[in-house]
């Protein structure tokens, strides 16, 4: 299989000729050419162009797309169509159409409303799938296969029930045991037969922790089947071209660690809200997550919005200048291709105000004009090569995440996400590089790993941690980690859970916060003191060293950081919520401390990643800033060569090339 | 047949006599009578008091109560019951029911639970109101027709999928042209069948817009059926009395441009809240608005509240004099009856704490004497004949307020109706009377035309527009207008469709701002600037005046406000929503510009409108006012003779006739 | 029957030992016996381990577990393990599960989805309560029957609609009587048959009230039935031990007055959030509440929270202080037991976040000691004996409660359990101990009656009131008191109704406020004068002294506080909601005025109740206090003896015994 690293970045958007006539489809093609694309997407939602009666084929419009595609040297990402069912599917077969948790069996006239686990479904998928390969596999157009679209939809009928229930007999075994590992001694659930195991339905209080998670563990496989179904169908005709499916980011309806595997290029669907002031940390924490799940595989972006969407309640929109540096953010942190939703702007549809490389109101525009400008520069530039490489890492787990926002914890106030960010952006600002992965994966390779919220830590991933810690990483916990194990079941004391021996000290209580408290220095380091907010804990310590203390609160005088050596690293655990300045201090502390270069005068709002032999900037402030250089270097952007620091215009992008010092 | 223009002004209430005993009755129009009343709108709910079994009719008590009323020289506004059907109707026929979006099936036990689809609702229906009209037709009494009541109901059900079908075959034709006006290409919703055709019901994620926008067509017209089925058999025997149905002002459920013609009285259900400063300008945009239903027909105020309602979270209550300045502004406004719900305060049932002209308190109360008061006024007065007339026009179409309401558009903050209310209001200040009307209604008296918000503008409408221009009137466009057509579906650029090149400027993006932004007097005419929210566009211009200019935010730099001369007339675009000062200085210069007479010194909270010959004054400012009188002019309701000016304390009326000059 | 009254405090909790292996039951027991804990509640969600199939009887662990009890002296209450059906019951029997009023029938999943009308629910529940006393009456462990859980729930099916009309046709007869009774000539609601009766279930707009009322009753016996249904079973065989069910304190869903008698403890679960500063008042109100209902039998606390709960948002934790006061606040107003959720800390299910006895942190934790220290304490100052005796009480009743809380009535804002409350938090400031009862209770001890609420007055108890006010009390009535029937109809004028004339002034309008409005000192009455907000009234007086007026809004001018003196005692009606200080100036001036003691110089914070020949104090304020003492005293828990004046640390707890004068 070749991989795109090598070739041109791809950029491209999704592009539905479907909804146009012939005539638009070779003002499509030109305009692209024109506008540097590459990449098309295509056929993502076409199965009732496609298939408009059961079993009626029309596919010859498909194949005309893609020879235009190739006549215009662009390359096709061809789409499985099988994300929303034409409606004589549901019609005719209603048990193909998803139920919510109150029983509701939703409709079509809007997209996404299958069941998994309908057989009618499935079958139907891949008979599709199967006459689209017939036709369209070999196509010299088709560079990447993308299967269905933005997979993440919950179902709770019947046949879902059947399928968990398989599903959950695998993993458990006989009745007893799914009856122990769901605590169902609760609330007297034992269940006297499999027949009564059901997703979680409305109910009258809150569900069985347990219950949710493996129900959340199973939506996530079920779609993840779905998936590998049709990928196995491409490799039979087609074992070369890469397979994809587009992700969302941070999306928590599906586990993206246990599907990235299984894809050859893992893309992303990323549309920070220009609204948001986080949003450009955000949208960098989201492509170092990707390129975590991608391992030694490629990622690139599948959509954007170019401008502005149309799904929120007020859809502020990019400018030109901001939709650049998002581009160059992303290759810096080593994305391989650019694409958008989508080439041209629907004139039909709920998402016909959801801006487009090319606008409704037409290529005579200033907004059409800033494509092209981007398309030729990321032409000029040419494949970055190469892929940044982190001293530090974040952890981040989906089962985690998902027990760590149910109902029936200590505070909603804790959200493990959020607490990503604020550790996340801690870093982002000094411009360090991290990556993000899973508590499993192999972390060999970092100084530190910083852990922000590992509520739920099997023993077995404690025990990976330790030996990190022996081998000389600075472990980071951030509160209320090692609590429950992957049934959410709470683990025996002393907790973190695994852990607790190797700091010297132990968690006896969980404090949420009714008002902030101050944060002293503690006895055992030089750390400067600052507030804590939303949470505390009270911990009784063997051993650890004590850095700060809680003053006043439920857990006045107790610590709120403690951390001890270990073999040849160290182990520290947080057991608050510190304002920003106090996290960023102690985070980059333990940064510095573990080896790790942390510039000490990084200028604010400045992006900086070293990919390759190349050192992308991007400013991000609203004003000038001056970036401090170590060697002179060249920017292949301008040409310019900067010696001593990089004066940087606002929305100022630079790929530089450093000399040899 | 006979309009009340030349009758007394009515002056009455809803009775509903089957909630009390005979001797109440008495007591009640013993009470009507010493308060004026004469009119009383009887049978609104009364179907299970009419046929408490089916088939078991019981009307005799109707009949004995329009005897009553006769007797005491109240004529009566008979109504048909069947807004509410009875128990038994939904029991024994669960099909009756009406069905949400979610399938949810409506119980009894509230109101207004019918199916609008139901041949057996519709069947039992027109044999109640035969029943009625063969009882009561020709009473004497009887001055007025009441059909239903607050038509506004939606359902889901399957008979309504099949009634919505029939409605769209007669609409569309063929399947494949509805494909094509839907956009089916869009997300696989290709139809295979008519059968496939359904309702918006519960789905994932948005629905199409176009099938969204003809299913509240339908609604509309399938309501509108149910009462033209009525009227039909009142017609059969009764060709002359009037008939009508209550409106309730800017519903958005119904398209009373489309019910009016079927109407002979426009009436209306109004409820300002008290609690609202913005009441007072609403209900005089409301009175306009059902004037510009009516046409040459009279309308009325069939409903309010005496003092308050009892369904808000808060019912603040309205004074005696609040509600003698609402009703002097209906008169002002043209309506020809003032009706209040209701009579006597329930005692019993969930409105059962909604004011009332007679309260649950009894006559002997400070609130029973102002009605007394009130209704001794009016009578003296007569009724004023004529009807106000309006320079100006203001836009609002049902349909393009759907569409500018759905999901998917650039921002929810840009409400439609919001931004009518606000051009309404600059109008109002200043004293100016408005007539509120439909794109495709005949505007050629108006020498300016108001369209805020013309999201949704046809071909045809745009054209008509063109000419307007062309014969001499001044167009004023607000932003997102002339945008999709009657499917919802983006116009072919260039943007305001079919009135760009008359305008000579061309939108080329949307642009929902983040923050406010300055606006500049443009370099083309003398306008001081001042700054906009919620919205801007990019524009490009060849040949238009640039009055205003963004200065910082996404279309800085660009056109805020263009305008040009055309033919005998003007046509202007304001791309933003400009602060309050700014729009009624702009909108004011507009209208002194084209030839409207605009006073310099409206005293402010003042409302002056002449209808025939009366000029009337209603002081709604929390201070004395002092209007200024082109002429000397006589109070009617006191009999003072006014020079120069009008000495106005809170709350004053007066009703005017000015003397020859 | 013996009470407890004479034996030790009750110490104890909820114990669920068919989450744990027999090794930790041994443990327990051990460190129960440490803490002090003399009873343990066992069984309430035990149904699937007592009948892990239909049928098949577990029983023998129960039985273990009560021996081990046994032997380490703790006695049992015994819990019946209805509240939760296992799932196979609702799998089975689907019609044994509840259905909200939109028709979605709960999941089994969580607890509480049983259908109360669903015969084979109750057929089976009968089943295993009776295999229980079968096995475990007589068991030497039992001191106390715990029937269901937490009753409460609500159900809207078909069976329910069956046993709802036969409650109905109990209640009133025939059909005729029904639709009198409930108004249903308003909205053409008349029944033509018992088949169309039905709950309340989902409709278009707002529901009958009287229909509502009713069923809210209907609710709470049909639960009543279930509950006396086991009682009766138990008695059959155990016609001694006490039986109760755990009240919910001030629980909307029950109506506890029709409860009450049928227990023999009355016994509470009470859950004040440390994170409002007004649950120290409202736990003491629920205690209050609890003896009222309780009369002469004793009451208890059976659930608390040792620290803090896992279903709020943001679950702030008590301190070990903070939960001492709790506890001598309950004992100080009556409480024979003090009893926690749970021992353990659950491991699993969604409680496990719920604090506990033991956490799941270990005994050797700094709450667990506290937990001993507690124990210890309580056990050496044994039972206090006697109880609380007041000379005023406040009036609340479920019925008037539901009624006040409807849909259309005035305002949202005048919630009576919140008045009930502000009036409450004036006596307990001042440190006046107060009775709540309900208003057809005999009331004939009390000097002063406080009403603040009684929106549904019936004639009988409105005359029970005037004999309280010819016999001299003072009754204090809320605004919006004496208005409707028990139908929820609104009363014929004058009003308050039953109560105007004696009052000599009657109520014209009610009028919630925009904005708040001075209130002047009226001409009748040294009462300086405060602030109205929410609600105001216009009265018209006939006798009355007029203690207040509005100055401002829409009652400017009239009375905003009546009185009179009648026969031996006095009349006296508010009809506004008066600022905080207002309201207690005034209500302390009434109950000096009609004899009852209230100190001068109370020390704000501290409570201070006089229960048989104890005075208990309790300092919740924030910083010390000094308690003005007429005798001295010794304090039983230091042995020191205090004279003229108790010093008070924050959180001091004190017993008191004062030397005889």
């Known amino acids: 299989m070749t991989g ?73 990402d061809l789409a499985t169509p099988t994300a929303s069912p034409p409606p004589w599917l549901g019609v005719r077969w209603p048990e193909t159409r998803s139920v919510t948790d109150t029983g509701v069996r939703m409709s079509h006239g809007s997209r996404n409303h299958f069941c998994p686990s309908s057989p009618v479904y499935r079958e139907r998928c891949r008979w599709i799938v199967q006459a689209l390969l017939d036709r369209c596999a070999g196509h010299p157009a088709v560079a990447l296969w993308h299967v269905g679209n933005e997979y993440g939809q919950t179902c709770h009928c019947d046949l879902c029930a059947a399928a968990f229930r398989t599903w959950l007999a695998e993993r458990y075994g006989d009745l007893a045991t799914l009856n122990r590992a769901w605590g169902t001694a609760v609330w007297s659930q034992g269940y006297a037969g499999w027949d009564e195991v059901v997703p979680p339905r409305a109910a009258p209080y809150v569900h069985n922790p347990a ?32 397979v994809t499916t587009n992700f969302m980011g941070f999306f928590p309806g599906i586990d993206y660690r246990r599907w990235a595997p299984h894809l050859d290029v893992v893309s992303d669907d990323s549309y920070p809200d220009p609204a948001d002031p986080g949003s450009v940390v955000g949208s960098a924490m989201t492509a170092d997550l990707m390129r975590g799940l991608a391992g030694d595989r490629p990622w690139m972006l599948m959509e954007q919005a170019w401008s502005s969407v149309s799904w929120r309640e007020h859809n502020v929109a990019k400018t030109p200048a901001r939709m650049r540096r998002e581009a160059f953010q992303a290759l810096a942190r080593g994305a391989v291709g650019l694409c958008w939703f989508q080439w041209r702007q629907a004139a039909d549809g709920p998402e016909r105000f959801h801006s487009a490389l090319l606008p409704a109101t037409g290529p005579d525009t200033r907004s059409h004009r800033a494509v ?25 787990d989906w089962p985690s995440w998902w027990a760590g926002t149910e109902r029936g914890l200590p505070s909603t106030r804790l959200d493990p996400l959020e607490q990503l960010r604020r550790w996340y952006a801690a870093c982002w600002a000094a411009g360090v590089t991290v990556d993000l992965r899973g508590v499993e994966d192999d972390l060999s390779g970092y100084r530190v790993v910083l852990a922000p919220s590992a ?14 810690v022996t081998a000389g990483a600075h472990l980071v916990l951030g509160p209320f980690s090692g609590v429950v194990d992957a049934r959410s079941r709470i683990l025996p004391p002393p907790l973190p859970a695994g852990l607790a021996e190797l700091l010297g000290a132990r968690v006896e209580e969980w404090l949420p916060l009714p008002e902030p408290v101050a944060l002293r220095p503690g006895p055992d380091a030089d750390l400067a ?31 709120a950081l403690v951390s001890r050596a270990s073999g040849a690293g160290r182990i520290s655990y947080l057991a608050c919520v510190p304002d920003e300045d106090l996290l960023s201090r102690w985070l980059l502390g333990c940064l510095r401390t573990a080896g790790v270069a942390v510039a000490e005068d990084h200028p604010e709002g400045v992006e900086v990643v ?21 060697r002179p270097a060249t920017d292949r952007l301008t040409g310019r060569r900067h010696e001593g620091v990089v004066p940087l215009d606002p929305d100022a992008v630079c790929v530089l090339i450093e000399e040899d010092s």
């Open 4 to 76: 795109p690293d090598a070739a041109p970045t791809w950029f491209g958007a999704d592009w539905n000729p479907e909804q146009w006539d012939r005539g638009t489809w070779r003002e499509d093609v030109e305009l692209m050419v024109r506008a540097g694309v590459n990449l098309a997407t295509v056929g993502v939602f076409s199965w009732s162009s496609l298939e408009p009666r059961p079993g009626e084929l029309t596919l010859d419009w498909l194949v005309d797309v893609l020879d235009l595609l190739h006549e215009h040297g662009i390359t096709a």
């Open 529 to 559: 003191g600052g507030t804590a907010t939303t949470w505390a804990e009270w911990l009784s310590t063997d051993g650890a060293e004590v850095w700060l203390t809680f003053e006043g609160g439920p857990a006045d005088g107790g610590p």
């Open 211 to 242: 219950q949710r998670l493996d129900f959340r563990r199973w939506v996530s496989d079920a779609q993840l089947e779905l998936y590998l179904e049709q990928r196995r169908l491409i490799r039979e005709v087609d074992p070369v071209t890469p």
């Open 372 to 396: 092209r400008e981007l398309g030729a520069e990321v032409a000029r530039l040419g494949p970055l090569g190469g892929r940044p490489v982190a001293e530090v890492c974040l952890v981040l």
């Open 610 to 630: 070293r990919r390759g032999e190349h050192l992308v900037v991007v400013n991000h402030a609203p004003g000038p800033r001056l970036l401090p250089l170590a």
């Open 455 to 468: 509520f739920l830590l099997e023993p077995a991933a404690a025990a990976g941690l330790r030996e990190r």
